[in-house]
């Protein structure tokens, strides 16, 4: 099996499309981290791990919990900017942050595929199915194999 992945670069602005409305944003890997994915390519929702990396001197610092390792779900597509011939990855951190983080460099450990992608009638089917796949990563992340990872030395430490 592919998984773990490692992923990391630093987070890139999007088009600031859907993400905030829905009360999901997602923070968006830069092109050159995804030929790590290309060992799975298929599309759709994945779960696993995240770290924004702590960082002195920042404009806004992030607090230590915002720093430590924290569970996601990603979203991997084709990009139709570049023909869909690249992917895109984007994370939702499942973490309250206080700030913006664009520009920090992130961490993310890919540890499962949760869906493929789906085509969506309604937002309220759309939003339904993200706090699904929210609660199913919650759900596995939980178990003790998965924990582990979170003191993976891929992560900084931030103690
Ligand atoms: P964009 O199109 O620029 O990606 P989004 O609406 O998707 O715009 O917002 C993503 C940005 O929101 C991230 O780059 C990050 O700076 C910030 N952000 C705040 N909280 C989170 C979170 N829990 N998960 C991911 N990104 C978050
Ligand atoms: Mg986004």
Request: glycine share 10%; charged share 15%.
């Given at each position: 099996p592919p998984f773990p992945i490692q992923l990391s670069g630093p987070v890139q602005r999007g088009f600031g499309r859907g993400g905030k409305?829905?009360?999901c944003p997602t923070a968006n890997l830069p092109d050159e981290s995804?030929?790590?994915m290309s060992t799975v390519t298929k599309t759709?929702?994945?779960y696993g791990f995240a770290q924004i990396t702590p960082r002195a001197n920042a404009d806004h610092a992030l607090s230590k919990e915002e720093t430590?390792?924290?569970p996601m779900v990603m979203s991997l597509g084709?990009?139709?900017f570049y023909k869909n011939e690249r992917m895109t990855a984007e994370i939702h951190i499942l973490h309250e942050f206080k700030s913006?983080?664009?520009g920090y460099d992130m961490k993310a450990l890919v540890l499962g595929?949760?869906?493929p992608e789906l085509d969506y009638t309604s937002r309220e089917a759309l939003v339904d199915d993200i706090n699904m796949d929210k609660q199913v990563a919650l759900n596995s992340l939980d178990r003790p194999a998965y924990q582990t990872y979170t003191s993976d030395p891929f992560f900084a430490s931030n103690t």
């Open positions: 409305d829905l009360g995804l030929p790590a759709g929702v994945y430590s390792v924290l084709w990009n139709p913006d983080f664009y595929y949760i869906r």
